[in-house]
């Protein structure tokens, strides 16, 4: 939950109060229920029309079988046309409680006031029992390709497997390793390849996306169909030399100097230095997280990278999905 206010005193308290109020006692109005559940249908089939979306939820269910990270965050039509007040009501009481919770104060105001609003909110917030805890995610053991038939004059491609946690002690080089994979724009290896010098695709990105257990990593592409054979090929084989050979000195040093360049720019508002720090918060990161983020990036070494991809990635053990 958000709350974006001024800071005058008259607007902030009046925002405050009524913060808190919703936060402690939120009604789930009968009346609006109807409306959200027909807003989230349509939501839903519009995915449905998205080849890019059908792609992605196809993969998150098979690379995750039984894990919760294989449901589509919106559910499906028939859960969500099921849901009543009282399933509402009874899931808040149960998670959103102090136990659960990060509260994070980003603006102009003082220490003083930021703990004053801290209490304010927070002590209306009931301590209840941490969230269940899952067990870890299970890799593949071999590879599975999807094939979905979608009436489109390009195919998209997805090709992943399980990735790292936030904890993962191997973080940042995994984090420039895939900068230099395919999370550089316009100079990746994939790009440079897929796009530049084939020409097979618009656009070609690789993404870790560490969560709270082990989240994905994921290739993601779209070409002609014609051109989806060659795409996929070279996409495999741009994959296993990458986790063969690892990065180049001159590649290195870009990943890190593009890093390091761009970090600043996640404190250009007040909506991303939240982000941030909740991001922070959510996923205990250690408080000197930020502060030692550039001399983290420095001192990975190309070694690092390579035995760190040969760790955790398997090129002849993922999850493929084609939509087209």
């Known amino acids: 939950m958000t709350l974006r206010t001024l800071v005058d005193e008259k607007k902030l308290s009046t925002a405050i109060t009524l913060f808190r109020k919703i936060l402690s006692s939120p009604t789930f109005a009968p009346t609006e229920l109807p409306r959200v559940k027909s807003q989230i249908i349509a939501a839903l089939k519009s995915q449905q029309e998205d080849p890019w979306q059908v792609a992605k939820n196809q993969f998150y269910a098979a690379l995750y079988g039984e ?13 969500v046309a099921a849901i009543t007040r009282a399933q509402l009501q009874q899931f808040y009481r149960q998670y959103y409680v102090g136990a659960n919770a990060n509260l994070i104060l980003v603006g102009d105001i003082t220490e003083v006031q930021a703990k004053a609003i ?4 927070a002590g209306e ?11 870890p995610v299970a890799m593949l053991s071999q590879a599975r390709t999807i094939r979905i038939h979608f009436p489109s004059k390009q195919s998209t491609l997805l090709l992943g497997q399980v990735g790292i946690s936030r904890e993962n002690p ?5 984090m420039i390793g895939n900068t230099i994979l395919g999370g ?3 100079t990746s290896i ?14 070609v990105t690789s993404d870790f996306n560490p969560l709270r257990y082990r989240g994905p990593f994921l290739i993601g592409l779209q070409t002609k169909t014609a051109s989806l054979a060659q795409s996929e090929r070279l996409t495999q084989q741009l994959l296993k030399q990458f986790v063969n050979n690892g990065p180049s000195d001159f590649q290195l040093q870009s990943a890190k100097q593009f890093l390091i360049g761009y970090f600043p720019t996640t404190f250009s508002s007040n909506k991303n230095i939240l982000a941030v720090v909740a991001n922070m918060a ?3 990161r250690p408080l000197d997280f930020l502060d ?9 070494t190309s070694d690092q990278v390579k035995n760190a991809f040969q760790k955790s990635i398997h090129p002849s053990e993922m999850v493929t999905v084609v939509v087209g």
Request: hydrophobic content about 35%; proline content about 8%; cysteine-free.
């Open 292 to 300: 030692t983020y550039e001399k983290n990036v420095s001192d990975v």
């Open 118 to 121: 801290a209490a304010t909110i």
């Open 67 to 79: 894990f919760p990270y294989a449901h589509n965050p919106l559910g499906n039509e028939k859960t």
């Open 190 to 203: 994939l790009y440079d390849n897929i796009r530049e010098k084939n020409g097979l695709a618009y656009s």
């Open 282 to 284: 959510f996923y205990h």
């Open 125 to 135: 917030i009931p301590a209840g029992d941490t969230a269940k805890m899952w067990n």
């Open 170 to 174: 191997e973080y940042f080089p995994l």
């Open 184 to 186: 550089m724009p316009m």
